[in-house]
């Protein structure tokens, strides 16, 4: 990792929206063409197959240390409805969730301090080819005749059915309690982290694993580009499946949001109990429309900037040459703006540069090696931003507003047909159908 710029929230405030004035905002999509959405799911796999399995680790806080606390993914209580009812607030220009007159989107600093995975979350994620990922999956669990446990006459993906029953036989064999481990872990990637089918770890789920594995990769990018993907293609066909991280949005949403019981000061919610009490007494009787309500609604008292379990942390708001951030997710690439929520992560919240950034998405079939390789030099070149002492927060520029509002202009003539305008997510119309 490199940090190639690292500077204040009042500095990088200003130079963002000075910046922002010359270069106009980003190209945006036709809102005519996107139909409402109608038959949306979120996918949320029975994680209760797992829950047998848990018995045959040897020591929970040992794996806790290696693999973060994926193993508490598990039992968290999602609400369904209230997933479904977050997807009309996306925003597809600028990869964000609008309500009312702010913008929040989870961050990587988030899932990673969630997910307490190991803390370099600044390295990017290739996708390799799939036969080199299940010769290293040979290895790492200590498998001898791999066609056992591929599906499609050896061409697709792993039949989970067959490494359950090699993870019990690993039980009895104290010299293969790290491989027990991670088969279990395999199975959380597989079934929470990175959705596959029904009974198949596909090879995308499979490689993301390896690479933690080799490298200790911190996966939140990962995470967080698949959820994107998912709310973008949703939101732009009016249908599909949330095939990412749904427990890990879920909690995201919940923590920002006032509530009765101040639940998220400790991590002692996320052992699980407390927090399906907190679910149940709360939200358990909202219909989808109730949450759409409540979303829509939601005035900026009644919203919790910073997260309680986030600490004053330098953040990332860009890399390269990009005034964001390429993820690059199991299946594609999709781009991410830190800068639109600064103050979501205790800094000044400022007119942010947007340039490129409702065009940066795609899938990796057809994808050029340059391109990727642009990407991996970007991810060399970090700029940070850190929060002054005694800042108050959260704040805004004087000039946000405005922007928020559609009042700035560029003062330099711009080459593109760049719109200006800060364009607003709104239900309204959808609610009363």
Known sequence: MVVNREITTIKYMLESESL????????????????????V??????????????????????????????LHLLKVPVLPLAIKALIHFWDLDYRCFVFGNFDMVPTIKEYSVLTEFLKDTHKVYFCHKGENVIEELTKLL????????????????????????LLIAKKSN?????????????????????????????????????????????????????????LNHCKKTGKGSMRCCVPLLFIWLVSHMESKTPLFKNFWWFNQKPLELFVSSEWENFSEDDWRVKLQELPQSNFIWRAPWMKNVACLMGYGKKPWVPLMG???????APTLVARQLGGIQSIPRTV?????TGIYKGVTSEMLEDIKQDWKSLVLVKKETGLRSPTVSERYPEWCNGGVTCA?????????????????????E
């Open 142 to 165: 200590g498998i001898h005749q791999m066609n056992l446990y591929r599906e499609k006459n050896n061409s697709g993906g792993l039949r989970w059915k067959q490494l359950e029953e």
């Open 20 to 39: 922002h004035m010359a270069e106009g905002d980003c190209l945006k999509l036709d809102v005519n063409g996107i139909p409402p959405l109608k038959d």
């Open 412 to 432: 330099d003539p711009i080459s593109k047909p760049v719109g200006t305008r800060r364009k607003k997510v709104d239900c309204e119309e959808e609610l009363r």
């Open 330 to 336: 199991v299946t594609g690439y999709v781009s991410y």
């Open 174 to 230: 104290p010299s293969a309690k790290l491989e027990g481990y991670r088969i279990l872990a395999l199975g959380i990637f597989w079934l929470i982290l990175c959705l596959s089918t029904a009974g198949i770890i596909s090879l995308e789920a499979a490689n993301l694993f390896v690479e933690y594995e080799k490298t200790k990769i911190n996966p939140s990018a990962v995470i967080l580009a698949e959820t994107f993907l998912s």
């Open 41 to 70: 799911r979120c996918i949320i796999n029975d994680a209760s197959r797992l829950f047998p399995l848990t018995k045959y680790m040897a020591d929970e806080t040992e794996f806790t240390k290696i693999y973060g606390r994926i």
């Open 356 to 360: 490129g950034i409702a065009q940066f």
